[in-house]
C-alpha cells in the first residue's frame, strides 16, 4: 500500500494548479491527500523540523566537511545508508518512540496504521483489516 497523505507547510514549492505544478501534479495523479500545517503553529510540524535538524546536524554538515561528492548519486547512496541506520539502528528518544528504533516502533504499531487507512478508505468506523 502506498501513501495516502502527507503533511507539508505552506510553501509556495507545495501549491499551485496541478496543471502547472509538479508537485500538486504527482499528488493527484497518485490520489494522495495533502494537508497542511496551521499558519503560525509551529508545533504542528515539530517532529519534521526536528528530523531536518537531525539530518543537517549528522548527515549534512559531518559530509559536507568530509567529503566532496562529484555526482549526486554518491551523495544519494551515502544518504539511503545514513538513512537505514537512522531508521533501523538508532534508538529515539522523543514521546513517539520512547528509546525504540522508527521501524521498532512501526513494527509493534503497524496495525494501527492499517485500520486508519481501511477507515480512510471505506469511510467506515470499527472496520478492521484481517
Not at 17 to 44: C, G, L
Not at 85 to 104: A, D, L
Amino acid at each position: 500500500m502506498g501513501l495516502i497523505r502527507t503533511l507539508t507547510s505552506r510553501g509556495k514549492e507545495y501549491f499551485g494548479r496541478a496543471e502547472t505544478h509538479d508537485f500538486q501534479a504527482y499528488m493527484a495523479v497518485n490520489d494522495i491527500e495533502h494537508t497542511k500545517t496551521n499558519a503560525r503553529s509551529p508545533q504542528t510540524n515539530a517532529i519534521r523540523e526536528r528530523f531536518h535538524k537531525t539530518v543537517h546536524k549528522s548527515f549534512t554538515k559531518w559530509h559536507s566537511e568530509n567529503k566532496v561528492y562529484w555526482d549526486v548519486e554518491a551523495l544519494q547512496q551515502d544518504m539511503d545508508t545514513w538513512m537505514s541506520r537512522y531508521n533501523h539502528e538508532r534508538t529515539h528518544q522523543g514521546k513517539m518512540c520512547c528509546w525504540r528504533t522508527p521501524w521498532q516502533r512501526w513494527v509493534i504499531e503497524s496495525h494501527i496504521w492499517r485500520e486508519k487507512v481501511t477507515k480512510l478508505k471505506t469511510g467506515k468506523e470499527g472496520l478492521k483489516i484481517a
